[in-house]
Protein backbone atom coordinates (compact mmCIF):
# COMPACT_ATOMS: atom_id res chain seq x y z
CA UNK A 1 0.00 0.00 0.00
CA UNK A 2 2.20 2.29 -1.38
CA UNK A 3 2.07 6.55 0.43
CA UNK A 4 2.50 8.87 -2.41
CA UNK A 5 2.80 12.36 -2.04
CA UNK A 6 1.27 12.84 -5.15
CA UNK A 7 -2.27 11.13 -3.85
CA UNK A 8 -3.94 13.48 -1.34
CA UNK A 9 -4.76 12.42 2.25
CA UNK A 10 -7.82 14.61 3.35
CA UNK A 11 -8.42 12.24 6.30
CA UNK A 12 -6.47 10.01 8.53
CA UNK A 13 -8.24 6.60 10.21
CA UNK A 14 -6.24 5.30 13.15
CA UNK A 15 -4.16 2.69 11.03
CA UNK A 16 -2.51 5.73 9.07
CA UNK A 17 -1.43 7.27 12.27
CA UNK A 18 -0.11 4.54 13.73
CA UNK A 19 2.14 4.24 10.85
CA UNK A 20 2.81 7.25 10.74
CA UNK A 21 3.91 7.63 14.47
CA UNK A 22 5.90 4.36 13.56
CA UNK A 23 8.02 5.94 10.81
CA UNK A 24 8.69 8.83 12.89
CA UNK A 25 9.63 6.91 15.86
CA UNK A 26 12.42 4.63 13.94
CA UNK A 27 13.73 8.06 12.75
CA UNK A 28 14.34 8.90 16.03
CA UNK A 29 15.63 5.30 17.56
CA UNK A 30 17.95 5.19 13.88
CA UNK A 31 19.53 8.75 15.42
CA UNK A 32 19.86 8.38 19.37
CA UNK A 33 23.54 8.66 19.61
CA UNK A 34 23.34 11.91 17.73
CA UNK A 35 21.06 13.19 20.02
CA UNK A 36 23.09 11.94 23.08
CA UNK A 37 26.32 13.49 22.07
CA UNK A 38 24.55 16.97 21.48
CA UNK A 39 22.74 17.33 24.48
CA UNK A 40 23.50 19.97 26.72
CA UNK A 41 20.56 21.53 28.11
CA UNK A 42 19.30 21.35 30.27
CA UNK A 43 21.90 18.55 31.80
CA UNK A 44 24.47 17.59 29.85
CA UNK A 45 24.20 14.30 30.61
CA UNK A 46 24.32 12.69 27.16
CA UNK A 47 20.69 10.96 27.66
CA UNK A 48 18.14 12.88 25.44
CA UNK A 49 18.36 10.07 22.33
CA UNK A 50 18.09 7.53 24.38
CA UNK A 51 15.13 8.88 26.50
CA UNK A 52 13.55 9.89 23.38
CA UNK A 53 14.00 6.47 22.16
CA UNK A 54 12.81 4.61 25.04
CA UNK A 55 9.82 6.72 25.14
CA UNK A 56 8.63 5.86 21.40
CA UNK A 57 10.01 2.22 21.07
CA UNK A 58 7.14 1.10 23.75
CA UNK A 59 4.79 2.45 20.75
CA UNK A 60 6.62 -0.19 18.50
CA UNK A 61 6.99 -3.05 21.11
CA UNK A 62 3.16 -3.16 22.00
CA UNK A 63 0.76 -1.03 20.00
CA UNK A 64 -1.15 -2.88 17.14
CA UNK A 65 -3.03 -0.30 14.57
CA UNK A 66 -6.74 0.83 15.68
CA UNK A 67 -9.25 1.44 12.88
CA UNK A 68 -10.10 4.46 14.93
CA UNK A 69 -8.14 7.51 15.06
CA UNK A 70 -9.48 8.69 18.60
CA UNK A 71 -8.24 5.16 20.08
CA UNK A 72 -5.26 5.23 18.19
CA UNK A 73 -4.53 8.54 19.67
CA UNK A 74 -5.24 7.39 23.19
CA UNK A 75 -3.50 4.47 23.07
CA UNK A 76 -0.63 6.06 21.42
CA UNK A 77 -0.62 8.58 24.18
CA UNK A 78 -0.86 6.56 27.21
CA UNK A 79 1.83 4.26 26.20
CA UNK A 80 4.15 7.04 25.86
CA UNK A 81 3.44 8.62 29.18
CA UNK A 82 3.47 5.69 31.31
CA UNK A 83 7.16 4.63 29.13
CA UNK A 84 8.23 8.45 29.02
CA UNK A 85 11.84 8.97 30.33
CA UNK A 86 13.70 11.93 30.56
CA UNK A 87 13.37 15.74 29.95
CA UNK A 88 12.51 15.76 26.75
CA UNK A 89 10.65 12.25 26.38
CA UNK A 90 8.04 13.08 29.02
CA UNK A 91 7.26 17.15 27.26
CA UNK A 92 6.73 14.50 24.14
CA UNK A 93 4.61 11.97 25.87
CA UNK A 94 2.63 15.31 27.06
CA UNK A 95 1.93 16.72 23.59
CA UNK A 96 1.15 13.30 22.39
CA UNK A 97 -1.33 13.23 25.76
CA UNK A 98 -2.52 17.05 25.10
CA UNK A 99 -3.25 15.92 21.24
CA UNK A 100 -5.56 12.69 22.46
CA UNK A 101 -7.29 14.63 25.22
CA UNK A 102 -8.22 17.81 22.38
CA UNK A 103 -9.16 15.29 19.73
CA UNK A 104 -13.29 14.30 19.61
CA UNK A 105 -14.39 10.55 19.15
CA UNK A 106 -13.59 10.35 15.74
CA UNK A 107 -12.85 7.53 13.88
CA UNK A 108 -11.23 10.10 10.69
CA UNK A 109 -10.07 13.13 11.46
CA UNK A 110 -9.59 15.96 9.12
CA UNK A 111 -6.98 18.53 8.38
CA UNK A 112 -9.12 21.15 10.13
CA UNK A 113 -9.81 18.83 13.47
CA UNK A 114 -6.14 17.42 13.25
CA UNK A 115 -4.96 21.31 13.54
CA UNK A 116 -7.32 22.47 16.34
CA UNK A 117 -5.85 19.41 18.16
CA UNK A 118 -1.87 20.17 17.44
CA UNK A 119 -2.55 23.48 18.63
CA UNK A 120 -5.08 23.00 21.89
CA UNK A 121 -2.19 20.62 23.03
CA UNK A 122 0.60 22.90 23.66
CA UNK A 123 -1.09 24.78 26.48
CA UNK A 124 -0.65 21.05 28.36
CA UNK A 125 3.38 21.38 28.06
CA UNK A 126 3.49 24.57 28.98
CA UNK A 127 1.54 23.81 32.23
CA UNK A 128 3.64 20.87 32.76
CA UNK A 129 6.62 22.54 32.73
CA UNK A 130 7.24 24.30 36.01
CA UNK A 131 9.52 27.44 34.07
CA UNK A 132 9.13 26.61 30.19
CA UNK A 133 12.73 27.87 28.23
CA UNK A 134 12.58 28.94 24.95
CA UNK A 135 14.96 28.06 22.61
CA UNK A 136 14.39 24.59 23.10
CA UNK A 137 12.10 21.51 22.16
CA UNK A 138 8.51 23.90 23.05
CA UNK A 139 9.45 26.18 20.68
CA UNK A 140 10.07 24.12 17.52
CA UNK A 141 6.80 21.88 18.78
CA UNK A 142 4.84 25.39 19.09
CA UNK A 143 6.15 26.84 15.92
CA UNK A 144 5.25 23.93 13.80
CA UNK A 145 1.77 23.21 15.49
CA UNK A 146 1.23 27.20 14.57
CA UNK A 147 2.44 26.59 11.08
CA UNK A 148 -0.58 23.73 10.89
CA UNK A 149 -3.09 25.70 12.51
CA UNK A 150 -2.52 28.69 10.02
CA UNK A 151 -2.27 26.56 6.82
CA UNK A 152 -5.48 24.09 7.92
CA UNK A 153 -8.08 25.66 5.45
CA UNK A 154 -4.79 26.49 2.30
CA UNK A 155 -4.00 23.18 2.24
CA UNK A 156 -6.39 19.87 1.94
CA UNK A 157 -4.01 17.07 2.09
CA UNK A 158 -2.39 15.72 4.83
CA UNK A 159 0.96 14.35 2.86
CA UNK A 160 1.44 18.14 1.52
CA UNK A 161 0.59 19.73 5.17
CA UNK A 162 3.55 17.47 6.45
CA UNK A 163 6.14 18.23 3.68
CA UNK A 164 5.45 22.17 3.59
CA UNK A 165 6.23 22.22 7.41
CA UNK A 166 9.65 20.80 6.91
CA UNK A 167 11.50 24.50 6.43
CA UNK A 168 9.83 25.89 9.46
CA UNK A 169 10.69 23.00 11.38
CA UNK A 170 14.26 23.60 10.68
CA UNK A 171 14.39 27.10 10.66
CA UNK A 172 13.28 27.03 14.41
CA UNK A 173 15.48 24.24 15.01
CA UNK A 174 18.68 26.25 14.00
CA UNK A 175 17.42 29.21 15.85
CA UNK A 176 17.54 27.48 19.28
CA UNK A 177 21.21 27.87 18.95
CA UNK A 178 21.19 31.80 18.83
CA UNK A 179 18.33 31.68 21.54
CA UNK A 180 20.20 29.97 24.71
CA UNK A 181 23.31 30.40 25.55
CA UNK A 182 24.34 27.01 26.54
CA UNK A 183 23.40 25.93 22.91
CA UNK A 184 25.44 29.04 21.55
CA UNK A 185 29.01 27.78 23.55
CA UNK A 186 28.29 24.60 22.78
CA UNK A 187 27.74 25.27 18.90
CA UNK A 188 24.68 22.77 18.70
CA UNK A 189 21.25 22.91 18.30
CA UNK A 190 19.01 21.58 20.98
CA UNK A 191 18.77 17.96 21.64
CA UNK A 192 15.15 17.56 22.61
CA UNK A 193 13.85 20.18 19.35
CA UNK A 194 16.42 17.83 17.26
CA UNK A 195 14.50 14.91 17.89
CA UNK A 196 11.25 16.09 17.48
CA UNK A 197 12.45 17.56 14.08
CA UNK A 198 14.15 13.75 13.56
CA UNK A 199 9.96 12.27 14.39
CA UNK A 200 9.02 14.92 11.33
CA UNK A 201 11.67 13.80 9.22
CA UNK A 202 10.67 10.02 9.53
CA UNK A 203 7.72 10.90 8.91
CA UNK A 204 7.47 12.84 5.97
CA UNK A 205 10.25 10.21 4.40
CA UNK A 206 7.16 7.58 4.97
CA UNK A 207 5.09 10.07 2.57
CA UNK A 208 7.67 10.49 -0.09
CA UNK A 209 9.29 7.08 -0.70
CA UNK A 210 7.95 4.17 1.22
CA UNK A 211 4.78 2.22 2.11
CA UNK A 212 3.53 0.48 5.12
CA UNK A 213 5.25 -3.08 4.38
CA UNK A 214 8.85 -1.28 3.68
CA UNK A 215 7.69 -0.01 6.93
CA UNK A 216 6.60 -3.11 9.26
CA UNK A 217 9.91 -4.91 8.16
CA UNK A 218 12.63 -2.37 7.95
CA UNK A 219 15.22 -2.87 10.83
CA UNK A 220 16.06 -0.26 12.65
CA UNK A 221 19.54 0.37 12.80
CA UNK A 222 21.12 3.09 15.08
CA UNK A 223 23.48 5.48 13.19
CA UNK A 224 26.85 6.34 14.45
CA UNK A 225 27.70 9.89 14.91
CA UNK A 226 31.12 11.55 16.04
CA UNK A 227 31.42 13.41 19.18
CA UNK A 228 30.82 16.88 18.97
CA UNK A 229 34.16 18.60 20.09
CA UNK A 230 32.78 21.97 21.17
CA UNK A 231 30.68 20.26 24.25
CA UNK A 232 32.16 20.85 27.15
CA UNK A 233 31.21 19.20 30.64
CA UNK A 234 29.68 21.18 33.20
CA UNK A 235 29.07 21.05 36.92
CA UNK A 236 25.95 18.86 37.78
CA UNK A 237 24.35 20.41 40.65
CA UNK A 238 21.53 17.84 41.13
CA UNK A 239 22.51 14.09 40.75
CA UNK A 240 19.67 12.02 40.30
CA UNK A 241 17.00 12.60 37.46
CA UNK A 242 14.42 11.51 39.00
CA UNK A 243 11.09 10.13 38.01
CA UNK A 244 7.47 8.83 39.27
CA UNK A 245 4.01 6.94 37.38
CA UNK A 246 1.60 8.23 40.19
CA UNK A 247 -1.75 6.77 39.36
CA UNK A 248 -4.58 8.16 41.86
CA UNK A 249 -3.03 10.99 42.66
CA UNK A 250 -5.25 13.35 45.27
CA UNK A 251 -3.01 16.35 44.81
CA UNK A 252 -3.81 18.82 41.59
CA UNK A 253 -0.95 20.08 39.70
CA UNK A 254 -0.33 22.39 41.56
CA UNK A 255 0.39 21.22 44.35
CA UNK A 256 2.31 18.69 42.85
CA UNK A 257 4.81 21.33 41.49
CA UNK A 258 5.38 22.97 45.21
CA UNK A 259 6.24 18.98 46.54
CA UNK A 260 8.74 19.09 43.85
CA UNK A 261 10.20 22.35 44.42
CA UNK A 262 11.50 21.35 47.51
CA UNK A 263 13.90 18.90 46.36
CA UNK A 264 15.18 20.26 43.25
CA UNK A 265 14.72 21.50 39.11
CA UNK A 266 13.79 20.84 36.10
CA UNK A 267 10.42 19.81 37.21
CA UNK A 268 7.47 18.50 34.77
CA UNK A 269 4.37 17.28 36.16
CA UNK A 270 2.32 15.48 33.37
CA UNK A 271 -0.55 13.62 32.70
CA UNK A 272 -3.94 13.96 34.50
CA UNK A 273 -5.48 12.87 38.48
CA UNK A 274 -5.82 9.42 36.80
CA UNK A 275 -2.00 8.73 35.90
CA UNK A 276 0.66 11.71 36.89
CA UNK A 277 3.94 11.53 35.36
CA UNK A 278 6.59 13.48 37.13
CA UNK A 279 10.16 14.50 36.63
CA UNK A 280 12.72 16.43 38.64
CA UNK A 281 16.49 16.99 39.05
CA UNK A 282 17.20 15.98 43.01
CA UNK A 283 20.14 14.93 45.41
CA UNK A 284 17.56 12.99 47.82
CA UNK A 285 15.27 10.76 45.89
CA UNK A 286 14.59 9.13 49.22
CA UNK A 287 13.29 11.71 50.96
CA UNK A 288 11.23 12.90 47.85
CA UNK A 289 9.54 9.75 47.72
CA UNK A 290 8.83 9.06 51.26
CA UNK A 291 6.47 12.51 50.82
CA UNK A 292 5.11 11.31 46.96
CA UNK A 293 3.68 8.59 48.73
CA UNK A 294 1.41 10.49 50.55
CA UNK A 295 -0.04 11.60 47.30
CA UNK A 296 -1.68 8.29 45.89
CA UNK A 297 0.19 4.96 44.55
CA UNK A 298 3.46 4.94 42.91
CA UNK A 299 3.29 2.75 40.24
CA UNK A 300 6.66 3.66 39.28
CA UNK A 301 10.22 5.10 40.35
CA UNK A 302 12.97 5.71 38.63
CA UNK A 303 16.41 7.81 39.80
CA UNK A 304 19.47 8.27 36.92
CA UNK A 305 22.95 9.15 38.25
CA UNK A 306 23.53 12.01 35.83
CA UNK A 307 27.27 12.71 37.70
CA UNK A 308 27.26 9.30 36.10
CA UNK A 309 26.27 9.60 32.96
CA UNK A 310 28.15 12.72 32.45
CA UNK A 311 31.40 10.73 33.38
CA UNK A 312 30.16 8.57 29.93
CA UNK A 313 30.10 11.49 27.96
CA UNK A 314 33.13 13.67 29.49
CA UNK A 315 35.30 12.08 31.29
CA UNK A 316 34.98 8.52 30.53
CA UNK A 317 38.03 6.34 31.36
CA UNK A 318 37.44 2.96 29.26
CA UNK A 319 36.25 1.97 26.22
CA UNK A 320 34.76 -1.06 27.72
CA UNK A 321 31.44 -0.27 30.22
CA UNK A 322 31.04 -2.40 32.89
CA UNK A 323 27.10 -3.19 34.34
CA UNK A 324 26.06 -4.94 37.52
CA UNK A 325 22.95 -4.65 39.20
CA UNK A 326 23.05 -3.69 43.17
CA UNK A 327 23.07 -7.11 44.82
CA UNK A 328 26.78 -5.70 44.02
CA UNK A 329 28.35 -4.80 47.09
CA UNK A 330 31.31 -2.64 46.17
CA UNK A 331 32.20 0.37 48.23
CA UNK A 332 31.01 3.98 46.93
CA UNK A 333 34.24 5.05 46.46
CA UNK A 334 35.07 1.93 44.08
CA UNK A 335 32.19 2.10 41.90
CA UNK A 336 32.39 5.41 41.29
CA UNK A 337 36.34 4.60 40.69
CA UNK A 338 35.86 2.38 37.85
CA UNK A 339 32.37 4.25 36.45
CA UNK A 340 30.60 0.58 37.29
CA UNK A 341 27.03 0.97 35.78
CA UNK A 342 24.66 -0.53 38.34
CA UNK A 343 20.79 -0.93 37.89
CA UNK A 344 18.80 -1.11 41.20
CA UNK A 345 16.70 -4.31 41.92
CA UNK A 346 13.46 -3.52 43.37
CA UNK A 347 12.06 -3.79 46.48
CA UNK A 348 8.51 -3.69 47.96
CA UNK A 349 6.98 -3.25 51.97
CA UNK A 350 3.79 -3.95 50.88
CA UNK A 351 2.27 -1.26 47.77
CA UNK A 352 5.38 1.03 48.77
CA UNK A 353 7.83 0.29 46.24
CA UNK A 354 11.79 1.44 46.25
CA UNK A 355 14.72 1.07 44.45
CA UNK A 356 17.29 -0.70 46.45
CA UNK A 357 20.26 1.43 47.24
CA UNK A 358 18.99 4.58 45.67
CA UNK A 359 15.51 5.43 46.81
CA UNK A 360 16.21 2.78 50.06
CA UNK A 361 19.64 2.94 51.74
CA UNK A 362 20.64 0.20 54.13
CA UNK A 363 20.13 1.88 57.49
CA UNK A 364 16.61 3.07 56.47
CA UNK A 365 15.27 -0.48 55.19
CA UNK A 366 16.68 -2.39 58.39
CA UNK A 367 14.40 -0.11 60.37
CA UNK A 368 11.49 -0.56 57.96
CA UNK A 369 12.01 -4.44 58.40
CA UNK A 370 11.80 -3.93 62.40
CA UNK A 371 8.92 -1.81 62.19
CA UNK A 372 6.70 -3.04 59.02
CA UNK A 373 4.41 -5.71 59.38
CA UNK A 374 4.39 -6.68 55.64
CA UNK A 375 7.75 -8.60 54.35
CA UNK A 376 9.66 -7.00 52.15
CA UNK A 377 9.67 -8.83 48.85
CA UNK A 378 12.21 -7.79 45.48
CA UNK A 379 11.63 -8.19 42.13
CA UNK A 380 14.34 -8.55 39.24
CA UNK A 381 15.78 -5.53 36.94
CA UNK A 382 13.31 -5.90 34.22
CA UNK A 383 14.06 -5.51 30.42
CA UNK A 384 13.81 -1.96 29.25
CA UNK A 385 15.52 -0.61 32.43
CA UNK A 386 18.05 -2.83 31.01
CA UNK A 387 17.59 -1.53 27.10
CA UNK A 388 17.38 1.97 28.08
CA UNK A 389 21.19 1.70 29.94
CA UNK A 390 22.49 -0.17 27.19
CA UNK A 391 21.39 2.21 24.16
CA UNK A 392 22.92 4.91 26.12
CA UNK A 393 26.89 3.09 26.78
CA UNK A 394 26.82 2.15 23.36
CA UNK A 395 26.50 5.54 22.42
CA UNK A 396 30.09 6.48 23.95
CA UNK A 397 31.06 3.03 24.22
CA UNK A 398 33.07 0.38 22.09
CA UNK A 399 31.15 -2.33 23.89
CA UNK A 400 29.72 -3.80 27.23
CA UNK A 401 30.09 -6.09 29.72
CA UNK A 402 27.34 -7.03 31.85
CA UNK A 403 27.76 -9.41 35.28
CA UNK A 404 24.62 -9.68 36.99
CA UNK A 405 23.96 -12.05 40.46
CA UNK A 406 23.16 -15.96 40.08
CA UNK A 407 20.23 -16.47 37.58
CA UNK A 408 18.99 -19.39 40.18
CA UNK A 409 17.82 -16.41 42.26
CA UNK A 410 16.28 -13.67 39.99
CA UNK A 411 15.42 -13.07 36.50
CA UNK A 412 17.57 -10.13 36.42
CA UNK A 413 20.10 -11.92 34.64
CA UNK A 414 17.58 -13.00 32.02
CA UNK A 415 16.50 -9.29 31.98
CA UNK A 416 19.77 -8.34 30.78
CA UNK A 417 20.30 -10.79 28.23
CA UNK A 418 17.32 -10.09 26.28
CA UNK A 419 17.93 -6.57 26.44
CA UNK A 420 21.56 -6.58 25.50
CA UNK A 421 20.78 -8.88 21.92
CA UNK A 422 18.20 -5.92 21.09
CA UNK A 423 20.51 -3.24 21.70
CA UNK A 424 23.07 -5.41 19.94
CA UNK A 425 21.37 -5.62 16.57
CA UNK A 426 20.23 -1.86 16.95
CA UNK A 427 23.92 -0.60 17.53
CA UNK A 428 25.74 -3.68 16.30
CA UNK A 429 28.39 -3.00 19.15
CA UNK A 430 29.65 -6.46 21.27
CA UNK A 431 27.54 -6.82 25.00
CA UNK A 432 28.32 -10.02 26.74
CA UNK A 433 25.96 -10.76 29.86
CA UNK A 434 28.01 -12.79 32.47
CA UNK A 435 25.78 -15.12 34.94
CA UNK A 436 28.31 -14.64 38.23
CA UNK A 437 26.23 -17.59 40.08
CA UNK A 438 26.80 -15.85 43.29
CA UNK A 439 25.98 -12.57 44.68
CA UNK A 440 26.66 -9.55 47.35
CA UNK A 441 30.39 -9.37 47.99
CA UNK A 442 31.28 -12.59 45.61
CA UNK A 443 29.56 -10.52 42.95
CA UNK A 444 31.53 -7.44 44.03
CA UNK A 445 34.56 -9.05 44.05
CA UNK A 446 34.07 -10.22 40.05
CA UNK A 447 33.15 -6.61 39.24
CA UNK A 448 36.43 -5.21 40.84
CA UNK A 449 38.39 -7.65 39.22
CA UNK A 450 36.88 -7.19 35.74
CA UNK A 451 37.05 -3.48 36.28
CA UNK A 452 40.76 -3.81 36.91
CA UNK A 453 41.61 -5.92 33.75
CA UNK A 454 39.51 -3.43 31.69
CA UNK A 455 41.94 -0.81 33.56
CA UNK A 456 44.79 -2.65 33.02
CA UNK A 457 43.59 -2.79 28.83
CA UNK A 458 42.77 -6.22 28.61
CA UNK A 459 40.20 -6.98 25.45
CA UNK A 460 36.77 -7.60 25.76
CA UNK A 461 36.82 -10.66 24.50
CA UNK A 462 40.09 -11.74 27.47
CA UNK A 463 38.11 -9.84 30.07
CA UNK A 464 34.88 -12.67 29.16
CA UNK A 465 37.32 -15.47 29.26
CA UNK A 466 39.07 -14.83 32.85
CA UNK A 467 35.49 -13.48 34.09
CA UNK A 468 34.39 -16.90 33.67
CA UNK A 469 37.48 -18.39 35.69
CA UNK A 470 36.46 -15.97 38.49
CA UNK A 471 32.78 -16.86 38.37
CA UNK A 472 34.43 -20.46 39.17
CA UNK A 473 36.76 -19.62 42.19
CA UNK A 474 34.62 -16.86 44.40
CA UNK A 475 33.04 -18.12 47.32
CA UNK A 476 30.71 -15.98 50.20
CA UNK A 477 29.99 -17.31 53.30
CA UNK A 478 27.68 -15.68 55.95
CA UNK A 479 26.99 -16.39 59.05
CA UNK A 480 23.49 -15.43 60.19
CA UNK A 481 22.54 -13.96 63.40
CA UNK A 482 18.76 -14.50 63.80
CA UNK A 483 16.49 -17.39 61.71
CA UNK A 484 13.20 -15.20 62.02
CA UNK A 485 14.24 -13.33 58.47
CA UNK A 486 15.01 -16.71 56.75
CA UNK A 487 11.81 -17.72 58.38
CA UNK A 488 9.60 -14.66 57.40
CA UNK A 489 10.77 -14.45 54.28
CA UNK A 490 10.14 -18.46 53.04
CA UNK A 491 13.60 -19.47 52.89
CA UNK A 492 13.30 -21.88 55.59
CA UNK A 493 9.99 -23.61 56.93
CA UNK A 494 8.32 -22.51 60.12
CA UNK A 495 8.67 -25.89 61.72
CA UNK A 496 12.76 -26.29 60.85
CA UNK A 497 12.81 -22.61 61.74
CA UNK A 498 11.43 -23.52 64.75
CA UNK A 499 13.42 -26.71 65.89
CA UNK A 500 16.61 -24.90 64.32
CA UNK A 501 15.81 -21.94 67.16
CA UNK A 502 15.13 -24.02 70.09
CA UNK A 503 18.59 -25.64 69.71
CA UNK A 504 19.71 -22.53 68.93
CA UNK A 505 21.36 -23.07 65.77
CA UNK A 506 23.13 -20.82 63.33
CA UNK A 507 23.58 -21.47 59.70
CA UNK A 508 26.43 -20.58 57.92
CA UNK A 509 24.51 -20.02 54.19
CA UNK A 510 26.72 -20.06 51.06
CA UNK A 511 26.10 -20.22 47.19
CA UNK A 512 26.57 -23.70 45.27
CA UNK A 513 28.66 -23.41 42.15
CA UNK A 514 24.95 -23.86 40.39
CA UNK A 515 24.37 -20.59 41.89
CA UNK A 516 21.52 -21.71 44.26
CA UNK A 517 21.63 -21.21 48.33
CA UNK A 518 22.79 -23.61 50.65
CA UNK A 519 23.21 -24.06 53.82
CA UNK A 520 26.95 -24.88 54.12
CA UNK A 521 27.04 -25.52 58.15
CA UNK A 522 25.81 -24.64 61.28
CA UNK A 523 26.73 -23.96 65.03
CA UNK A 524 24.98 -22.93 68.41
CA UNK A 525 25.98 -19.21 68.50
CA UNK A 526 26.85 -16.89 65.65
CA UNK A 527 30.51 -16.41 67.38
CA UNK A 528 31.18 -20.30 67.01
CA UNK A 529 29.54 -19.95 63.09
CA UNK A 530 32.03 -16.77 62.81
CA UNK A 531 34.80 -19.07 63.81
CA UNK A 532 33.97 -21.78 61.51
CA UNK A 533 33.65 -19.16 58.34
CA UNK A 534 37.56 -18.80 59.35
CA UNK A 535 38.54 -22.16 59.39
CA UNK A 536 36.45 -22.36 55.73
CA UNK A 537 38.51 -20.32 54.41
CA UNK A 538 41.61 -21.34 54.94
CA UNK A 539 40.73 -24.54 54.15
CA UNK A 540 39.42 -23.55 51.10
CA UNK A 541 42.58 -21.39 50.32
CA UNK A 542 45.06 -23.80 50.95
CA UNK A 543 48.20 -23.23 48.84
CA UNK A 544 46.45 -20.66 47.32
CA UNK A 545 46.69 -16.92 47.80
CA UNK A 546 43.61 -15.03 48.11
CA UNK A 547 43.94 -11.76 45.26
CA UNK A 548 40.65 -9.74 47.65
CA UNK A 549 37.94 -10.14 50.09
CA UNK A 550 35.15 -8.21 50.99
CA UNK A 551 33.45 -8.01 54.35
CA UNK A 552 29.95 -7.82 54.44
CA UNK A 553 27.42 -7.04 57.72
CA UNK A 554 23.76 -5.79 58.03
CA UNK A 555 23.75 -3.70 60.79
CA UNK A 556 26.79 -4.89 62.95
CA UNK A 557 29.98 -3.66 62.84
CA UNK A 558 31.11 -5.70 65.89
CA UNK A 559 30.95 -8.80 63.97
CA UNK A 560 32.31 -6.73 60.53
CA UNK A 561 35.10 -5.78 62.56
CA UNK A 562 35.87 -9.23 63.79
CA UNK A 563 35.95 -10.81 60.15
CA UNK A 564 38.66 -7.55 58.70
CA UNK A 565 40.72 -8.63 61.98
CA UNK A 566 40.71 -12.05 61.23
CA UNK A 567 40.83 -12.09 57.62
CA UNK A 568 44.18 -9.74 57.47
CA UNK A 569 45.49 -12.12 59.50
CA UNK A 570 45.13 -14.53 56.95
CA UNK A 571 46.45 -12.60 54.51
CA UNK A 572 48.36 -9.74 55.78
CA UNK A 573 46.01 -7.08 53.69
CA UNK A 574 42.66 -5.04 54.77
CA UNK A 575 39.37 -6.24 52.94
CA UNK A 576 39.10 -4.10 50.19
CA UNK A 577 35.46 -2.95 50.88
CA UNK A 578 33.76 -3.31 54.43
CA UNK A 579 29.98 -3.29 53.46
CA UNK A 580 26.45 -2.59 55.08
CA UNK A 581 24.95 -5.64 53.10
CA UNK A 582 22.32 -5.16 50.25
CA UNK A 583 18.67 -4.64 51.27
CA UNK A 584 17.71 -7.31 48.65
CA UNK A 585 19.83 -10.02 50.48
CA UNK A 586 19.68 -8.30 54.25
CA UNK A 587 15.64 -9.29 53.76
CA UNK A 588 17.18 -12.64 53.85
CA UNK A 589 19.85 -13.18 56.46
CA UNK A 590 18.70 -10.58 58.34
CA UNK A 591 19.77 -7.93 60.60
CA UNK A 592 22.84 -8.90 62.63
CA UNK A 593 24.24 -11.30 59.76
CA UNK A 594 28.16 -10.95 58.97
CA UNK A 595 30.07 -12.06 55.95
CA UNK A 596 33.12 -12.75 54.02
CA UNK A 597 33.86 -13.12 49.96
CA UNK A 598 36.89 -13.87 48.60
CA UNK A 599 38.59 -14.76 45.66
CA UNK A 600 42.01 -16.79 45.30
CA UNK A 601 44.17 -16.04 42.37
Not at 317 to 340: E, G, H, M, N, P
Not at 381 to 407: G, P, Q, R
Request: net charge neutral.
Amino acid sequence: MAIASQVPLVEMDGRRLYYTFIAGARKVIEHQVELNKINVFPVNDGDTGTNLASTIRAVIDSLHPHKSYKVTADRIAETSLVNARGNSGIIFAQFLYGMSMETGNFKTITIAQFAESIKNSIRYIYEAIANPVEGTMLTVIREWADYIYDNRHRIKDFNELFLGSSSILNKSLIETKSRLEVLRKANVVDAGARGFVLFIEGIIEFITRRNIKELIQARTETVLFEKIEESIPQNVEFRFCTEALIKNCIADSKTMHSILNKYGDSIVVAGSDRMKRLHVHTNTPALLFNELRKTGTIAFQKADDMIRQSDVVYNRKWKIALVTDSTCDLSQDLIDQYQINILPININFGENNYLDKVTIQPEQFYTLLEENVDYPKSAQVNEKAFTNLYSHLASHYDSIIAIHLSDKLSGTFGSSQKAAKAINREFNKPISVINSKNLSGALGLIILRAARAIEDGCSHEKVVELAEEWVKNVKILVSVKDLKYLIRGGRLSSTKGLIARILNVNPIVSIDEDGKAIVFDKSFNQRATMEKVISYVKKLTTGKQIWNYIVLHAQNDEAAQWYSDRMEEITSRKPVSVVNISPVIGANTGIGAAAVAFLPE
